[in-house]
């Protein structure tokens, strides 16, 4: 089994908004990706946890907080999004930090 | 730094027609490349992988052969359908900063018509 479970499937919010995105998989895989992926480009590397501890932030804006409360668990954080932010919100975990990456669904991000 | 190139597409091919989307890599060491599809709505799903040289991925009909001398990894299918309609991303792992890390190349779009 490779699932990894992205809840919501579609998020609309306002600017002022506070809102946050889930994800959770449970294959026992300690690495943990955010992707954000805008329409017709590759996905972009946001951030990235290995064993629950922050490995990489890709110069990501202050305004998206990750979160990976334990090992099965990756939440995405926002407030005050920009229109510009909307997008496809994609995770993905693998096994350890050099294993083949499997990706959620994705959540659709639409901020007003 | 490492990179991916593919054909840009999109592919317009009919039913049972033979697929090649073309996929070179720029990169310094061994990585591991792999081709990831998207279809419409939906999140990338891992289509096949190979780990070294000569390797042979394959999964669904589809096969790609990892090679070094050309720095090439084109994906081929003999006889496509209608379902497989989807992008299709050619990736590889760059090991940087103690981390690695997924490039990808721009997508290719296919279209399968009946």
């Known amino acids: 089994d490779t699932e990894v479970t992205q809840t919501p499937k579609h998020l609309v919010m306002g600017m002022t908004n506070k809102k946050s995105l889930k994800c959770e998989q449970h294959?026992?895989?300690?690495?943990m990706y955010w992707y954000k992926q805008k329409a017709k480009k590759p996905p972009e590397l946001m951030f990235v946890?290995?064993?629950?501890?922050?490995?990489i932030n890709e110069s990501v804006p202050s305004r998206f907080s990750p979160e990976c409360p334990n090992s099965s668990l990756l939440n995405l954080h926002l407030h005050a999004l920009q229109p510009e932010d909307s997008a496809l919100y994609l995770c993905?975990?693998?096994?350890?930090?050099?294993?083949?990456?499997?990706f959620g669904p994705g959540t659709r991000l639409t901020v007003l | 730094g490492n990179s991916v190139t593919q054909m840009e597409g999109p592919v317009t091919l009919s039913e049972e027609a033979f697929l090649t989307i073309n996929c070179t890599y720029t990169?310094?060491?061994?990585?591991?490349l792999f081709w990831y599809v998207q279809y419409p709505g939906e999140g990338l799903q891992l289509l096949l992988k190979?780990?070294?040289?000569?390797d042979k991925g394959s999964n669904k009909g589809f096969e790609a052969t990892y090679r070094k001398e050309t720095t090439s990894f084109h994906l081929e299918k003999g006889s496509v359908q209608v379902s497989d309609s989807a992008v299709y991303f050619c990736?590889?792992?760059?090991?940087?900063?103690?981390?690695?890390?997924?490039?990808f190349g721009k997508g290719t779009k296919l279209t399968v018509n009946p």
């Open positions: 990169a310094t060491g061994y990585p591991s």
């Open positions: 294959m026992g895989h300690r690495a």
């Open positions: 993905a975990s693998s096994e350890s930090i050099a294993g083949t990456q499997y």
């Open positions: 946890y290995s064993y629950e501890k922050l490995s």
């Open positions: 190979a780990t070294k040289a000569d």
């Open positions: 990736a590889l792992s760059d090991f940087q900063g103690g981390s690695e890390k997924l490039v």
